[in-house]
C-alpha cells in the first residue's frame, strides 16, 4: 500500500486523471461483460393467450424447469428450446382452448347418461365449436358464445331460439361485413335460429348489432368507403382508371336525440258548444199620466183620472266555446345521421405524347374541374347548408416505382 501511495503522490494531476478514467472503463467493460455472459436468447412461445391457458403454459415450464420470461400477454423461452418446447407442449394438449367442442361428447356413457344430461353437453360441445370457428379470425382474440334453445324450456315450445355472442377484438372494432358474418355463422349452425336473433357484444359491453339483428355503423366507415366508390366510379369514366383519387370523411351523430314538439294555431278554431239563454219580464204602474200641481188639489185632475202603464224586458245571452288547433310529435333522432362531409379530389394532369415519343403534361381546364366538382357533388351528396366542403385539384401525379430488385441478364 505504501508503494502505491508513493507511486500516487509522484504522478502528476495529469497522469492521475488518465488513471482514473482508464480504471472506470475496465470496471465499465467487466460489468457489461458479466451482463451479457447472464442474458439469454428469449424467444415468443406463445402470444395472446388466455388467463388460464397461460397459467397452464407457465406450470408446465416450471415442471421442466425451463426459464421463462412474461411479457405482457406473451410467454418468451430460450430460442433454443421453443420449437422444441412447442412440440412437447402439444403433446400434452397445451395451450388448452377456453372452449371445448365435440370432444365433451366422448366422456358420456349410454349407461348413467339421461336425455337431460345429453341434451345440456350437446349444446355446451355446440357453443365450444362456434367460439373456435370465429376465434379463427385474426381480429378476434377472445370468443363465447349462448345459446338459448326451446330444449331447455320444454312448456315453451312455440319460442324461437335466441343467441348471443361475446368477442374480444384484436384491435378496434368489428367491420359491418364481418359482423353479419358472425350472426349467419351461428344462425346457420343453429336449426331455426334466425341471424337477425344473434346479438354480437363486444368486450366492454357495448352492443354491435341493433335489436333487429342489424350491424350499426356509428363511425360510418361503410358509408364513406362506398361514397368513395361511388365518386372514384363517375370520375374514372371520364378520366380514367387510376387517374382520380378522392377521400372521404363523414362526420357522423353520435348521440340519440328525442325531440318533443307542441304547435297551436290560435287562427283556426271550432266550435264545440253553444248555450243559448233567454229571459222575459212584465212590470205594470197604475199611477198614470203627467205630475202637476192640480194633480195634487183634491179637485184637481189627480182626482178624476186614474191609469196604469206596464213594460215589458227581455233578454237573450250566447255562450259559444271553441277549440283551438294543436298539434304534437315526437321525433326520435337515432345515430347515424350526417353531420358533416368532406370530400378531397385530387386528379391527374392530362398526359400528350407526341409524335417523336415525348410526354407533356398539362393541367385541365376550369370549365372541366368545375364539371367534375358539380358531378362528384352529387353523387356524394352535397349539402352546402350544412357545412359540406369539396376541394377538387389538378395536380400531376407522380410516378410509382416498383417494388423489388430487377433482375438484369448479362450478354454473353
Do not use: C
Not at 390 to 404: C, H, R, V, Y
Amino acid at each position: 500500500m505504501q508503494s502505491l501511495s508513493t507511486v500516487w503522490a509522484a504522478l502528476d494531476a495529469q497522469r492521475r486523471v488518465f488513471v482514473i478514467v482508464a480504471t472506470i472503463a475496465v470496471f465499465s467493460a467487466v460489468i457489461l461483460l458479466a451482463r451479457g455472459a447472464g442474458t439469454k436468447d428469449m424467444s415468443l412461445l406463445f402470444g395472446g393467450l388466455e388467463a388460464r391457458a397461460a397459467g397452464d403454459v407457465i406450470a408446465a415450464l416450471d415442471q421442466r424447469g425451463i426459464p421463462y420470461d412474461v411479457r405482457g400477454g406473451a410467454i418468451y423461452v430460450p430460442t433454443a428450446q421453443r420449437d422444441t418446447l412447442r412440440m412437447g407442449l402439444a403433446s400434452e394438449g397445451l395451450p388448452t382452448n377456453g372452449s371445448q367442442g365435440y370432444e365433451l361428447l366422448d366422456s358420456l356413457s349410454g349407461f348413467s347418461t339421461t336425455s337431460q344430461m345429453f341434451d345440456a353437453a350437446y349444446w355446451r360441445a355446440k357453443e365450444g365449436e362456434l367460439a373456435r370457428t370465429i376465434l379463427a379470425s385474426p381480429h378476434v382474440r377472445a370468443a363465447r358464445v349462448h345459446i338459448s334453445t326451446s330444449a331447455t324450456r320444454p312448456f315453451q315450445r312455440d319460442q324461437a331460439p335466441t343467441a348471443a355472442v361475446t368477442v374480444t377484438t384484436a384491435g378496434g372494432s368489428l367491420s359491418t361485413p364481418h359482423i353479419k358474418a358472425l350472426q349467419y355463422l351461428v344462425g346457420s349452425a343453429v336449426p331455426g335460429l334466425a341471424p337477425q336473433d344473434v346479438a354480437i357484444i363486444d368486450d366492454s359491453g357495448g352492443l354491435m348489432s341493433d335489436i333487429e339483428g342489424n350491424a350499426p355503423n356509428p363511425n360510418g366507415d361503410d358509408r364513406a368507403a362506398a361514397l368513395r366508390l361511388r365518386a372514384e366510379r363517375l370520375l374514372a369514366a371520364r378520366v380514367g382508371a387510376g387517374n382520380a383519387v378522392v377521400e372521404l370523411s363523414l362526420d357522423t351523430v353520435m348521440e340519440t336525440e328525442a325531440i318533443t314538439e307542441r304547435r297551436v294555431d290560435p287562427d283556426s278554431r271550432i266550435a264545440i258548444s253553444t248555450d243559448v239563454t233567454e229571459s222575459a219580464g212584465t212590470s205594470s204602474d197604475s199611477r198614470g199620466g203627467d205630475v202637476t200641481v192640480a194633480s195634487n188639489l183634491p179637485d184637481g185632475d189627480a182626482g178624476g183620472a186614474a191609469g196604469s202603464s206596464a213594460n215589458e224586458t227581455s233578454e237573450s245571452r250566447t255562450l259559444t266555446n271553441y277549440e283551438i288547433s294543436e298539434t304534437e310529435r315526437q321525433v326520435m333522432r337515432a345515430p347515424g345521421a350526417v353531420r358533416r362531409l368532406t370530400v378531397a379530389v385530387l386528379i391527374n394532369d392530362l398526359t400528350t405524347i407526341a409524335d417523336d415519343g415525348t410526354t407533356t403534361t398539362s393541367p385541365r381546364s376550369v370549365e372541366e374541374l368545375a364539371a367534375l366538382q358539380e358531378l362528384v357533388a352529387s353523387a356524394v351528396g352535397f349539402d352546402e347548408a350544412r357545412g359540406d366542403v369539396i376541394t377538387l385539384k389538378s395536380m400531376s401525379f407522380e410516378p410509382i416505382a416498383p417494388l423489388g430488385t430487377e433482375i438484369a441478364v448479362a450478354s454473353p
